[in-house]
């Protein structure tokens, strides 16, 4: 599975965006037929979304398709007709326990075995989006190992549900967003932040996408293309933090390969967990393809 | 498949297409329109007969306004105006 750190909503209203998705700097794309289609349109979305799905060079974007909740009358038909086209996942509205996972995990399994299409392919990204949602992290996390990749956290229907105002600082979101990223690393699966949407502010999505790394979110969803590139810029480590990880990782390897477990950089232990953390850190420079990292 | 009203879809902005299909009394007719006829009017044209054959739909009033849609779009808006028009 590939990078997930920008996720753009696409609206499948008009074939003009979804025919230039690889354009947009997103890592990923999320082909929207939920709250951007009117009601009426449902039928024209998930049919312009299938032939999308099925025509488009997207060169390596992922696609991800919002289908509608489950409790709509859209719902089967949307996974009827998209899960056969093999997006990389779907993501799921209003998720609130481990058996509305379960459920998607069951349909996806049947829909995809009629198809012919291998058990577990398209993966699922679950939405918590009320308070129910969220308190359930953990079950919802851990219902449907290998199909269930990732939780995400639904910023602007989690307020209207505990009936606040989101502000710009986000403090009525941290424990929110601190539950899921604990949920999700519980699961060993990805964790997604809610989109920013002032689009005015760059600063402010800037400072928010660093503050929700912090945390430990492995991507965000945005709602501009021009949100994408500041998303991705802000998963990239500063030099002096992955030059300082480059030189873990070099010690670690020249270390495994005498057969050495426990080393010693600049005169501090290093240990797995420091390995650990200084190859992620080498991951998501190697994902902005920054040169420091061609000698490793 | 038979044709029982009129239905539309798509939209005109550029890069889509709209199509409004309606009954008729006998064969099928096809009005088209596009911002590149001159290219691709005979595509699009057998882009409508095959869908509509694929369709079963023999008796019908097709009007197709084109705004530089690719193929899979002109497919995606006749499969969904078929879906609304017929049974």
């Known amino acids: ?296 | 498949m038979k044709i029982l009203h009129k239905a539309v879809a798509g939209s005109l902005e550029s890069s889509d297409v709209l199509i409004s299909v309606e009954p008729a009394d006998e064969g099928l007719s096809i009005n088209i329109e596009s911002v590149v006829l001159k290219q691709w009017g005979a595509r699009i044209r057998q882009v409508v007969e095959e869908s509509m054959q694929a369709a079963g739909v023999s008796q019908a009033r097709v009007d197709v306004r084109d705004h530089g849609a690719l193929e899979c779009t002109l497919k995606a808006r006749i499969e969904t105006v078929l879906l609304r028009a017929g049974r």
Do not use: W
């Not at chain 1, 489950?70 to 996942?89: G, H, K, V």
């Not at chain 1, 995809?112 to 308070?131: D, R, Y």
């Not at chain 1, 009525?172 to 932040?193: K, N, P, Q, T, Y």
């Not at chain 1, 991705?232 to 480059?246: E, G, M, Q, R, V």
């Open chain 1, 1 to 296: 599975m590939g990078l997930f750190r920008s996720q753009l909503y696409v609206p499948c209203k008009g074939p003009g965006m979804l025919q230039n998705c690889a354009y947009m700097n997103a890592d990923a794309v999320i082909l929207d037929l939920e709250d951007s289609i009117a009601q009426g349109e449902k039928d024209a979305a998930r049919i312009l979304c299938k032939y999308a799905l099925q025509n488009v060079d997207f060169q390596g974007v992922g696609r991800i398709v919002r289908v509608n909740g489950q409790d709509t009358e859209f719902y089967a038909d949307d996974l009827e007709m998209i899960i056969p086209c093999c997006p990389d996942a779907i993501r799921l509205p209003k998720v609130e326990d481990a058996d509305g996972a379960r459920e998607v995990d069951e349909r996806i399994t049947a829909i995809e075995k009629k198809a012919g299409i291998p058990v577990g392919t398209v993966k699922v990204h679950a939405m918590l989006e009320t308070a129910k949602g969220v308190l359930n992290a953990r079950e919802v996390a851990n219902a449907a190992p290998g199909r269930v990749t990732a939780i995400s956290l639904g910023g602007q229907d989690l307020a209207a549900d505990m009936g606040i105002m989101r502000t710009l600082e986000g403090t009525e979101l941290l424990f929110g967003r601190s539950f899921v990223v604990l949920a999700a690393r519980d699961a060993r699966i990805m964790a997604f932040d809610t989109p920013f949407t002032d689009l005015d502010n760059t600063q402010g999505l800037r400072d928010e996408t660093k503050f929700v790394i912090q945390l430990g979110f492995s991507g965000k969803a945005a709602i501009h293309p021009s949100q994408c590139k500041v998303i991705n810029d802000a998963f990239a480590p500063d030099l002096k933090t992955l030059k300082k990880a480059i030189t873990v990782v070099h010690a670690a390897r020249e270390a495994a390969a005498r057969g050495i477990g426990v080393i010693s950089v600049n005169g501090k232990m290093v240990d797995k967990p420091v390995v650990e953390q200084a190859e992620a850190v080498v991951a998501r420079a190697n994902a902005d393809n920054m040169p420091e990292v061609e000698d490793l």
